[in-house]
């Protein structure tokens, strides 16, 4: 592998707590349970709104996924002030860059915040691209088509890429471009999940460069 492409909400930035936090602010006007890690986990799901149609038990009326969206990431932005690296993401970063090899960063998060957020932690000049949602794109859909553009403006083959994330979504993507995949059970998927998928999955960060030799 020449390259390694990042996720970053539950994979390099350990969000699962503000995740949850702000889905259960959502969902407490409706008058359901909160909910904790894994049972958010279990409802867990790309597009997100199929995910919160789970949640509903119902079809989401026409304009209900803008206002939860909306609701959800002012919300969100308010508990991720508290959030910080995944443990052992740091080191792997340096441990990728100091071997000569390059790494980017994909989400699905909006651009601008996503920039600022990794330039805070001091992690933008590991690299070579940040990509994120543009204000014109819908939140809350796939990753394969952003993967399809990011690829493209890195210019390096596909079968030398390895896709870190911690989503069936993330592994998805990856295979849409011919790229390789290893999921992190640390973030948004049950670690069921991610073991029935049949792609690789690594408890920590810290396993990810095994994947990478």
Not at 196 to 205: C, K, M
Request: proline share 3%; glycine share 8%.
């Amino acid at each position: 592998m020449k390259h390694i492409i990042w996720d970053w909400n539950g994979t390099l930035f350990h969000d699962i707590d503000a995740v949850v936090g702000a889905t259960n602010e959502v969902f407490r006007p409706y008058g359901l349970a909160a909910f904790d890690a894994d049972g958010f986990r279990a409802a867990y799901t790309r597009p997100i709104w199929v995910a919160y149609e789970r949640i509903l038990g119902r079809p989401l009326d026409e304009g209900e996924w803008e206002r939860l969206d909306a609701a959800f990431h002012d919300h969100y932005h308010r508990l991720m002030l508290t959030c910080a690296l995944a443990e052992d993401a740091m080191g792997c970063l340096r441990a990728w860059n100091d071997s000569g090899r390059t790494q980017s960063l994909l989400s699905m998060w909006a651009h601008d915040r996503l920039v600022d957020k990794a330039a805070e932690l001091g992690i933008d000049a590991f690299f070579a691209r940040i990509d994120g949602l543009s204000a014109a794109t819908s939140p809350g859909g796939g990753k394969a088509e952003h993967m399809v553009a990011h690829i493209a403006a890195l210019r390096v083959d596909p079968e030398n890429i390895l896709v870190v994330g911690d989503s069936l979504d993330d592994a998805h993507a990856a295979q849409h471009v011919g790229a390789t995949a290893v999921l992190y059970t640390g973030g948004m998927t049950s670690r069921a999940d991610l073991a029935a998928s049949g792609f690789p999955i690594v408890e920590s960060l810290s396993h990810v460069l095994d994947y990478a030799s």
